[in-house]
């Protein structure tokens, strides 16, 4: 979807790229400015497809996420990415709509946009930091805990490892051994090598200790994640808002000075 999202932006400078860099004062005289003006068949097809995949893709998720719309058929996680790629292509279109002018009303519509936009970039980073199952729910702390191991039963019954190298790995996950010192995966390999530990036992060991390392962290840092994710709504909603609304009143406006589109 990224590389969807590229090529499309990399066409539209493309076939865009005389007119718009064309000065406000002499696009007039531009021999394609019926065709990429805002109220023009290409630029005003921009505005109205831009806007449909904006609404579309925020309508679907909602529904989704609030009311278990398509449940059985949509995964949330998977739903989530094409939300992004619809409201993140959509602003583009409307931008190239807008041929960069932006004064008046609009101006406010388009930054609004922006900051959704750059919100919805945050969000994202946040929302991928909380562990969730496979369907996108997310994960409570109780749950995330209950995925870690007994590491140190584990490595006794399956390794057969002494209770050096046992505490040692152990320590591991936790950032640092008893004395405060920081272990890293690399004394690890090599106290394993020491102790003649076979090479695909080595990179099983290595490969369960990142994985507790990993749960350790996430454990560490979800509740700060959480309530990150509560105060982003706080400004990612009210932007929408606001773009939605000047959107309607820019919808209306056009209509009621009779702007069509191929219709």
Not at 97 to 109: R, Y
Not at 224 to 246: D, E, G
């Amino acid at each position: 979807m990224v590389l969807i999202t590229f090529i499309v932006t990399i066409y539209l400078i493309y076939v865009g790229y005389s007119y718009y860099n064309t000065s406000l004062e002499e696009r007039f005289y531009h021999p394609n400015h019926t065709w990429f003006k805002s109220s023009g068949i290409y630029g005003q097809g921009l505005g109205i497809i831009g806007t449909f995949m904006i609404l579309f893709g925020v309508s679907i998720y909602i529904a989704r996420k609030r009311y278990n719309f398509l449940a059985k058929y949509i995964r949330l996680k998977y739903l989530l990415e094409f939300h992004i790629f619809l409201c993140t292509l959509g602003p583009i279109l409307v931008i190239f709509h807008t041929t960069f002018k932006f004064n008046g009303i609009v101006s406010i519509a388009f930054w609004s946009m922006v900051a959704v936009v750059f919100s919805g970039v945050v969000g994202r980073f946040i929302y991928i930091q909380i562990p969730r199952t496979i369907e996108g729910r997310e994960l409570s702390l109780g749950e995330v805990q209950n995925m870690k191991t007994d590491l140190a039963f584990v490595l006794n019954e399956k390794f057969k490892l002494d209770s050096n190298i046992i505490d040692l790995i152990v320590s591991l996950t936790n950032d640092q051994n008893a004395t405060g010192h920081k272990i890293t995966v690399w004394s690890l390999r090599k106290a394993l090598r020491l102790k003649k530990i076979p090479k695909l036992e080595r990179a099983a060991i290595i490969k369960m200790v990142k994985k507790e390392k990993s749960l350790s962290r996430k454990i560490a840092r979800l509740q700060t994640m959480q309530q990150l994710f509560k105060y982003w709504h706080v400004a990612h909603l009210p932007f929408a808002i606001i773009m939605l609304i000047i959107l309607i009143i820019h919808v209306g406006v056009t209509l009621t000075f009779g702007y069509k589109w191929i219709f």
